[in-house]
């Protein structure tokens, strides 16, 4: 993970938008929390570049 | 340079140490790799400096890993720069060659060629022949980490763009061994598909780079859209050196991080 | 035991990129890039890296191939090239000189391009002749 967030960051892609979490079943809070966190996060970031110049593109 | 290397590798022969010497041979000004099992035949040796130092290496490892697979119990030489001992390092770890059946003839490489190459280490330990080169400052990774994020991707998207997946970088590559790539899996490459997946065919490939990139440049090489791999897989180097404390190519026993499981 | 690498060239399109054939005991058994040709310089395209598959891949042809009802059966030259002859004679009498076309290939020399060229236009009479470069 270390090594994957310091790639994307080379490459031009925010290392935060790959997270990796292991949740139980059991643990259905945090899986909640865990989830609407990053999907806050990811908002605060913007639209995934990629998918942007993809439009752009076509 | 080539007198001391032929005379070395002449005797080698004479003793019937080693079954023949992979190095590179020159015809009619062309360089090509060879395998000299004739003592005679090291009149055409070549070190790989055609116009410019360096500029006509070839990935021997490989040519000797393919030998090998059919002549499992002779004994080769083989012509070693600072990054094909490397490479070699890595090889005998990962099983592909054995140490004992291995003879390197090493050679130096000119400041020139080092900066060029940006090279850690432009010169094997088992030097037979040239200088001990200095480490060489590298300014290509730098020149990327002081671009901006959504530079960086702008920078990256458009020399992928150009790849037409000729796999001129995975053929080339001393290191790549594997009988079936994953680049050439169906369900994760689209075919007919050019350019592939940008960024992520490139990035898969710098993935599987972890602990096996000896920094030898025959990739950016043998690209014909000029994509800056090179400074892709230093970069990548550089990540697992400092994220893991690990540098491919310098330690006969240490594992990379990718490869620590024992598989008997 | 020998091994050699043998400069060679692309077969393929009209570019002529110098490669080097891996020979081993008198089996070509890979491909490298020349980097001292000027046309490549040491670069390849996905054909030229793989041009060591097709000389010794399995389909192919061996012998001439007739079709007799649905298969492909195996023939001689001479009934073969009868059968070409034949038939193509046939449509040509019976259709006119330009109900045939001919596609040629970058794969072929530019001798026997010619001679297909020539066959096409002074033996059919048609000017139904193309390439796979311009498809």
Known sequence: MTFLKRLLEFSGIHPERLRTRWVSSAEAVEFVHEVSEFVENIKKLGPNPLKVKAKEAA | MSQKIKEYVQKLLAEGKIKGFFGLREEHGHIMPHL??????????????WKKSGDTRYPLNQLMIRLTIEYPEETFAVLVRGCDERGLKELFKWKQLKEDKVILIGIGCPDELAKACECEKPFPDSLIDGPKGEKADSQKVARIEAMDLDTRLQFWKAEFDRCIKCFGCRNVCPMCFCNECSLEEDQLVNTGEIPPANPTFHLARAIHMVGRCIDCGLCEEACPADIPLRTLYKKVAEIISKEFGYKTGFSVDEKSPFNIIEVK | MEFKTVLSFCPYCGCGCGLLLEVLDGKIVGTLPSKTSPVNQGKLCVKG??????????NRLTKPMVRKGDALQESSWDEALNLAATRLKEIKEKYGPDSIGVLTSAKCTNEENYVLQKFTRAAIGTNNIDHCARL
């Open chain 2, 36 to 49: 000299f099992c004739d003592p005679k035949e090291l009149d055409h040796l070549s070190l790989g400096d």
């Open chain 3, 49 to 58: 890296w793989t041009v060591h598959e097709f000389v010794t891949s399995p």
